[in-house]
């Protein structure tokens, strides 16, 4: 049985399932299972509704699949994945042109020790300050911090996607960080 997350395979393995996959389309389904989690959490951070996030992840591993023939492993096969979702999204805002309200993870993923209706008050005004302040900043920035905490890719699988120096990649997602902390706390 294959790991749930990427990170706990080496990129030799992965290399092994798209070359697998290449030759064995029903092969690709190892490759789906890998990365579907991260995948839906990158796209869901990027559209309003649940709807849509799996309407379109399962648009991008169709688009995955179809191309899977001119992959060529001078990449990593996350860093091209992810690609394609980035062009998926660009695309789906194109076609709706209204502007989408970031959206924070599931409760799920981030749950509350104590469950009073004063902290859950407390956590959804802090949920919606900083929903309102995420949604303020450009879509290049909003983007940066999706790839990097909702898909929770490395800074060099980032920096790989977006075709940009690593450490300008660490330091624009440090400097967004250090922004949004202090528009948070003059709000």
């Not at 790991?3 to 030799?12: F, G, N, Q, R, T």
């Not at 096969?77 to 062009?87: D, K, M, N, P, T």
């Amino acid at each position: 049985m294959l790991p749930v997350d990427a990170d706990d395979l080496i990129e030799a393995n992965v290399a092994a399932l798209v070359t697998a996959a290449q030759g064995d389309p029903p092969s690709f389904a190892d490759l789906y299972r890998l990365y579907l989690k991260r995948m839906y959490l990158y796209v869901r951070a990027n559209v309003a509704n649940a709807e849509d996030a799996a309407d379109l992840t399962q648009q991008i591993f169709l688009q995955a699949f179809h191309h899977l023939a001119s992959f060529r492993q001078q990449s990593s096969f996350r860093s091209w994945l992810f690609r394609i979702a980035q062009h998926s999204i660009s695309n789906f805002h194109r076609r709706r042109p209204h502007t989408v309200p970031w959206e924070t993870l599931p409760e799920t993923v981030h749950p509350l020790d104590e469950q009073t209706p004063e902290t859950l008050a407390l956590w959804h005004e802090s949920v919606a300050r900083l929903q309102h302040l995420l949604a303020q900043l450009p879509t290049d920035k909003r983007d940066l911090l999706a790839l990097r905490f909702a898909a929770q890719l490395h800074i060099t699988e980032i920096a790989e996607i977006l075709g940009k120096n690593p450490e300008a990649v660490r330091k624009q997602i440090a400097r967004t960080i250090q922004t949004l902390k202090e528009r948070y706390d003059e709000a």
